[in-house]
């Protein structure tokens, strides 16, 4: 997958993990539930007809957190209400082990 925005090559699993922490996210953008994104990332294997790889399962949890800091970082910068904060707080610890990071 190429992300022209970053100008990055990444692997499948890192857009699809992203998109498993964005799909639920209104504005402020925050993070789904980590029970929702689980869901979105099985759902997603068995529509593709192939499993992740340990590899990518761990790529895919680690990558959702990516735009979230991304977003509690603004948070922070601008004295905005701390909603991806919150959930980065809340959920790193548990995405994190799922990537095995």
């Known amino acids: 997958m190429h992300d022209w925005d ?10 699809t993990g992203a998109a498993s922490g964005a799909f639920a996210s209104v504005s402020p953008p925050t993070l789904a539930p980590v029970e929702r994104s689980a ?9 593709r007809g192939r499993r992740f790889s340990a590899e ?14 991304h977003n509690a970082r603004w948070e922070a910068l ?3 209400r701390p909603v991806a904060c919150e959930a980065v707080r809340a ?3 548990e995405r994190l082990r799922r990537a095995n990071a």
């Open 78 to 80: 601008h004295g905005d």
């Open 91 to 93: 959920q790193a610890a």
């Open 39 to 47: 869901a979105f990332l099985e759902t997603y294997q068995e529509l």
């Open 6 to 15: 970053g100008l990055a090559r990444q692997p499948e699993a890192a857009p």
């Open 56 to 69: 990518e399962h761990e790529i895919a949890w680690a990558a959702r957190l990516w735009p979230t800091v």
